[in-house]
Structures are given as C-alpha cells and as structure tokens.
C-alpha cells in the first residue's frame, strides 16, 4: 500500500508530467515569465469554465480577497460581514484594510453562513457580505443574493475551497460557485482543488467597470504604464504557474469526480455510526469535497487523531481556533461575540485525507482503522 497522504499532489503530478513539463520549460524557453499570452490564455479558460465574464489573476486567494474589497471603495469602519468559522484569510483582510468584521455563525450542517443570522447581522453600515464554501460546499447563494439585493449590499464569494461547485437556484437555473456574488475570489495554492505548483489567485466577475478596476488594482493602480490613478498593490500569477493550471484547469471536473467517489465511500463506512456525523450535502449545489470534515458527538477528537497517526493516517483539524477568537481580533472584542454553533463545531470537526489520488486499499484501511477506535 502507498503511504497515506492528506493529500497526494506527487502522483497527480506524474500523470499529466509530460504535459506539464513541457509547458513549464516552454515558458522558460519563452522567458516570458510575467504576464503574456499563457497568463492571458488561462484567464480566458478559466472564465470559460466558471461561466464568469471576466477574470483577473493574482498572486493568492488572500490578494484576491483583499483586492475585491479595495475595489469596493469601502471607508474605514465599514462593516463586512462574514461568518467566523473560515480560514483566517477571510477576515484577515477585513481588518487589514480597517474595516470592522462583523461574524455570523454558521449552519450546523453545512459549514457555512446561516442565512437567519445574515439577515439580523445587517445594519445600514454593512457594505459588503463574504461567504465562504467551507470545504467545498456551497453556502445558501440564492438566499444570500436575496438578502444582499435587498439591501443593496455588494457580495464576495470566498470560493477558495470549492472552485468547480455547482449551485442551482430553485428556478433550475445552474451556477458556478464564484460566479454568482458580484465578486468570487479563488485560490491556487498547491493544495487547494486547482492547485498550482506554487502560490497563485484570481477574481470573477461579470461587471466590466469592476474588472478594469480591480485589474487596476492588481497592478499598482495603473491601466497604462507609470500612471497610477488608483493607490493598489503588486499581486501577479506568474506565467509558469498559469501553463500548470492551464492544464489541470481541464482535469478539475475529473478530479471532482474523485474527491467525491472518496467521499461516497467514506460515507458508506460511516453512515449511521453512534459517533460520526458524515458531510450534509445540500440538494441545491454539488459539493466538490476540498475536505471530508465529520463531526464527531462523544468521542475525544485528540484521541482520534492520536489513534489515526500512530496507523499512519494524516488528519487535520479546520479550524482549532474560530476567526473571532483569534488574538488578532481582541479589540474587536471577538471573544465576547455568541457564536455557538462556530465554538461548537470548533470542537468537534475532523477532517480526513481526500485527494484525487486514492486506492482501495487506503481507503479500506482508513475506514477500517477509523471504526476500530471507537471499538478499542
Ligand atoms: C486557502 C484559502 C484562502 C487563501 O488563499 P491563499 O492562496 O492561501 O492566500 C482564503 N480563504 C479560504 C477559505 C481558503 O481556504
């Protein structure tokens, strides 16, 4: 049996190595390492498959969120709303740009923004709403835009985790996740459902004004070079990167596919079992499992974890800590927010290994030792 990898980027590599090679040495040989036309030529792709009409792309998910913000001309203090339980990134920017997170909780099922506490959360300083597809799936978008249209409140979908998701709306109309806010930011990272071979980011939309601003962004505020209209930053993919993803960019949906057959098995193992709670998937989107995360109800998640490692088997805890108790936000008062459901799953989420490049017999063995903890 292979060792067992939270996730195996080195064998997703080595089936599409001569392709990637290739195009990697290509862009060497080229020596057009920034910008160009294989930067240009992924873009397009990239908005084709995402159904967005316009992408920019960036040096991370991170740039990417801080960006669509600026783009936004939003004042200091304005409120952002996003939920706690995400990665740091999410509200890290928030903060950096001087605006005030305000934290939602979230769905105890989903992973994500609870529509109910959404629409409470909103006053008339709230300028922007960021959902975040937790683990890959969709948060409640049709609910949301609602909301945000009501109010008339710009959305930022934190598409990091569920690049190729799908969501449908209850008129049967079928959406790419990241392309229904008025802004969707994605990330690169190598490990991320389209992972580059290194960092890289970009940002969706379909609002031509906002695209040129945000591109303007990306580039030191400059739409012609040395006039700098717009005080923006330095956040470029680089062009070894966009010929990688250029080319997994067209195995994303088949790598879905497998991260979702893993999950499906998973499931089957644990269905039912007095102590582990599989994944909800919500009828109205396609979960593209960037992780399997259960919750685990009177078991001790240490002990699990303790268990798993001594078997070799990697897990990992996202989050340990929510975003509103971090020491960062201690003058926002974060630790005096209510926010039970986020503390609650803090507690008792675990997340498995899943990745495109499972065989049975890990899986098996996963399952297998996973049930034998609980009847040690
Ligand atoms: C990975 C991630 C980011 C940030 O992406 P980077 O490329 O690492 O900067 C933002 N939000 C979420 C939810 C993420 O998972």
Redesign the pocket.
């Known amino acids: 049996m292979h060792p067992i990898q939270m996730v195996d980027t080195r064998r997703q590599y080595l089936k599409i190595k001569k392709e990637v090679d290739a195009a990697v040495l290509g862009v060497i040989d080229s020596s057009m390492f920034i910008g160009g036309k294989v930067v240009q030529q992924f873009a397009e792709n990239l908005a084709a498959y995402n159904g967005s009409k316009y992408v920019i792309t960036c040096a991370?998910?991170?740039?990417?969120?801080q960006i669509a913000l600026m783009a936004l001309g939003l004042e200091p203090g304005d409120e952002v709303i996003t939920p706690s339980f995400?990665?740091i990134?999410?509200v890290e920017v928030v903060a950096l740009l001087r605006l005030k997170p305000v934290f939602v909780d979230v769905n105890p099922d989903t992973f994500c923004m609870n529509i109910e506490k959404l629409g409470q959360a909103i006053t008339p300083r709230t300028r922007a709403i960021v959902p975040?597809h937790?683990y890959g799936h969709a948060t409640d978008m049709e609910a949301v835009m609602e909301l945000a249209a009501r109010h008339g409140i710009p959305v930022i979908e934190?598409n990091?985790?569920a690049i190729g998701g799908d969501y449908r709306f209850s008129d049967g109309t079928v959406k790419k996740t990241g392309s229904i806010g008025t802004i969707g930011?994605t990330?690169?990272?190598p490990s991320?459902n389209l992972g580059a071979y290194g960092?890289?980011?970009a940002i969706f939309t379909d609002d031509e004004a906002l695209a040129a601003k945000l591109k303007m962004i990306a580039n030191h505020g400059q739409q012609k070079r040395y006039y700098h209209d717009l005080v923006g930053c330095n956040s470029r993919l680089d062009a070894i990167q966009a010929a990688v993803l250029d080319i997994k960019l067209k195995e994303l949906d088949n790598y879905i596919n497998a991260r979702i057959a893993v999950a499906d098995f998973y499931d089957k193992a644990f269905a039912g079992h007095p102590h582990i709670t599989i994944p909800t998937r919500a009828a109205y989107g396609k979960h593209v499992f960037?992780q399997y995360t259960i919750k685990l109800e009177g078991a001790d998640r240490d002990e699990l974890s303790n268990w798993l490692a001594e078997h070799k088997i990697p897990s990992m805890i996202y989050y340990p800590v929510p975003a509103h108790r971090q020491k960062m936000f201690d003058s926002f008062g974060g630790n005096d927010l209510d926010l039970p459901v986020t503390d609650w799953l803090t507690q008792r989420v675990i997340s498995l290994p899943i990745h495109t490049e499972f065989e049975k017999d890990q899986l098996d063995y996963i399952t297998e030792k996973v049930l034998a903890f609980f009847n040690k």
């Not at 991370?60 to 969120?65: F, M, P, Q, S, V």
């Open positions: 991370n998910g991170t740039d990417a969120l995400t990665y990134a999410t975040v937790l934190d990091a985790q930011c990330s690169f990272y991320k960092d890289g980011g960037h």
